[in-house]
């Protein structure tokens, strides 16, 4: 089976699951807008059962945080209106932050930038909010922006994949 592209779940039941059945399907997350949809859709799946209980039995291309066996998180669908490129900064962020912390909303205000290393970030800052024009031109060459980039890492901003965050937010 070719690799799906888009959010999916495998979508089974428990009942098969403890009878020795892994039967089910998986089920492009995109074709729906809301949980109501998506459920309606997998009672439909395994409509051969009274009363299916739904087991997401595996999951593809969105952060483990809105997944579980027994259902997704709700923001999971506010997650599939995003972007690829807010998808990524999402992705980041919860993986400097914990998996199950934050929204997008939290994402957006931490966020600081994409850069190729902690001293591009750095030059950034000190660019940004001025300070760098405090440091006289011919006196630039001493600055130590390594240091200086590693202790903003050390307290006050987070990365990765070249993500950067505050930790502030």
């Known amino acids: 089976m070719e ?16 009878n020795g059945n892994i039967k089910g399907a998986w089920v492009d997350l995109t074709r ?9 859709f997998c009672r439909e799946l395994h409509k051969d059962e009274e009363d299916p209980e739904i087991m997401l039995q595996d999951f593809e ?6 997944y ?8 999971i669908w506010e997650f599939l209106n995003l972007d690829d490129d807010d998808r990524e900064m999402l992705e980041a962020f919860k993986e400097c932050f914990g998996h199950s912390e934050g ?3 939290d994402a ?9 290393s902690d001293e591009d970030m750095a030059w950034d800052l000190l660019e ?19 240091k200086y980039a590693r202790d903003l890492m050390i307290s006050d901003f987070s990365e990765s994949n070249g993500y950067y965050f505050s930790n502030n937010w």
């Open 3 to 18: 690799a799906l592209k888009n959010p999916s779940v495998y979508v089974g039941t428990y009942e098969k699951y403890n």
């Open 32 to 40: 729906f807008s809301n949980a109501e949809d998506f459920e309606a």
């Open 61 to 66: 291309n969105f952060p483990e945080s809105f």
């Open 68 to 75: 579980s066996e027994s259902g997704l998180d709700d923001d």
């Open 103 to 105: 929204s997008i909303r």
């Open 108 to 116: 957006r205000d931490a966020y600081f930038g994409q850069f190729d």
């Open 128 to 146: 940004g909010t001025g300070d760098l024009n405090e440091i006289p031109e011919k006196l630039r060459f001493y600055f130590d922006i390594e």
